[in-house]
């Protein structure tokens, strides 16, 4: 998952500044991104053609990231959940080897299209391939079903922050290297150790990793018994109460996840435009200190489990996403917007608090099928963050640049809100059970 992670890493914020350079010089836009000291060049806002041009060049790249997440959702959809409870059968090295492959054919397809200069569109075909074989998404949901699989759940917390730390460092890496390369020499080499860290994944995963599922058995892949599965975990458990809860953290991680998929993605545009106007190093240092995050954020949910319950540090979390997202929102200025990065210290707490509570609340043989529904929530998440951040960004330019993020800020208070009642009304039940067995034991 680390060398997975590297290679999204260095590609997300690469392949946003490749298409800004490539459609910038289609429309005649000389403001090319690390070109001077300033990431705007002549696009300050002094001449009113040019910057109208800036704000014409923002919206397509935001627009062309909106078709390009579209396709790797509706491909990704299907195939996700058809390997996720696959992988309960027949073990999580597979559905490990299959997506890393796709990731390495698309870095290819990103290659061929900088080499020769091939329409921008074909980045879309590759996201399709690597859609066909789960992408990303795939490999995030059988490390998880893999930390699982090899915890109790009293550990089970920590391992997946631990997991979702391990994504951090990596990202966090890429992304610092990432701008630093690009600046040195182009797009063309970061996007080599792009496709070797995948093919390094697929390599790893079938000759070193060992296999997590201790009762494997033959089964077929191509049948919908494996979406059924999906479907049972949310309408067929044994109790009711866990029914209910599978739904609410379902909703509660899908709006979380929606507000850090889309603002994610709007950042590198965020920081390329007017006032922030920064060149490719600035923008690695940015995309590292949002990596940074996932550590900052493991331990301090480690220090917090000591006195308070899972719930409450997810719900601190949330509010640590909230302020930074808000300062962000206003940010003019590169010490704002390094103070909003650093805001949001502990904002990638909730979701392995929730990763952990879904897996809890399902049997060891269903782990494959949980996380597969997961990364389904994942993936739909790409595709309403894409919808509609990439949308709101250019649709709010004219008014507040910024408003994306604090429209992000209020959402995320519905999940707050969802955990809370959860807990509230968990406690509630546990202290009914326990009135009713005092009294039984009384009489």
């Known amino acids: 998952v680390i060398l997975a992670t590297v290679a999204l890493g260095l590609q997300g914020p690469l392949a946003t500044q490749y298409l800004w350079d490539r459609l910038g010089a289609d429309l005649g836009y000389s403001g090319h991104n690390g070109t001077g000291t300033s990431g705007c060049a002549n696009g300050t806002g002094t001449n009113g053609s040019t910057d109208a041009l800036r704000q014409e060049v923002e919206a397509l790249v935001s627009h062309w990231n909106l078709y390009i997440n579209l396709g790797g959702f509706f491909v990704g959809l299907f195939s996700v ?37 091939l329409h921008v569109g074909y980045f879309l075909l590759g996201r399709v391939l690597s859609g066909l074989t789960g992408d990303y998404n795939l490999i995030l949901a059988s490390c998880f079903a893999y930390a699982a699989d090899t915890s109790d759940t009293r550990a089970r917390t920590f ?24 600046k040195a020499q182009g797009y063309i080499n970061p996007f080599w150790l792009v496709f070797a860290a995948s093919l ?52 509660a991680f899908f709006l979380i996840v929606t507000v850090h998929f889309g603002t994610r993605d709007l950042y590198v545009l965020y920081e390329l435009g007017s006032p922030l106007c920064w060149a490719s190093d600035l923008i690695g240092y940015g995309s590292a200190a949002s990596y940074l995050a996932y550590l900052s954020s493991l331990a301090g949910l480690r220090a917090l489990q000591l006195c308070l319950e899972d719930t409450w540090v997810a ?33 990638m707490a ?53 408003f994306p993020f604090l429209f992000g800020a209020l959402i995320l208070l519905i999940p707050a809100a969802i955990i809370g009642l959860i807990e509230v009304w968990g406690s509630k039940l546990e202290y009914r059970h326990f009135s009713h067995s005092s009294v039984s034991l009384a009489n």
């Open 81 to 117: 959940t058809l390997f996720g409870p696959w992988s309960d059968s027949v073990g999580r090295r597979p559905v490990l080897v299959l997506p890393a492959v796709g990731m390495a054919m698309q870095a290819a397809i990103y290659l061929l299209v900088m080499y020769l200069r």
């Open 159 to 182: 391992r997946v922050a631990v997991l979702e730390a391990c994504l951090g460092v990596a990202g966090m890496l890429a992304s610092i290297g990432g701008g630093q390369w690009r």
């Open 200 to 251: 390094a994944a697929a390599l790893y995963a079938v000759f070193c990793l060992q296999e997590s599922v201790k009762e494997r058995k033959p089964a077929k892949l191509f049948t919908l018994s494996h979406y059924m599965a999906v479907y049972r975990l949310y309408t067929t458990p044994e109790r009711r109460s866990s029914r209910q809860k599978l739904a609410l953290y379902s909703t």
């Open 315 to 347: 719900e601190m979390g949330l509010i640590s996403n909230i302020s930074g997202l808000i300062v962000i929102s206003v940010a003019t200025t590169t010490p704002l917007m390094f103070t909003g990065y650093g805001m949001l210290f502990l904002s």
């Open 350 to 402: 909730a979701t392995p608090v929730i990763r952990a509570k879904l897996s809890k609340l399902v049997n060891e043989t269903e782990q494959g099928a949980l996380f597969a529904s997961v990364a389904c929530v994942e993936g739909l998440c790409s595709l309403v963050a894409a919808g509609v951040f990439n949308s709101l960004y250019p649709a709010s330019l004219h008014f507040m640049r910024g």
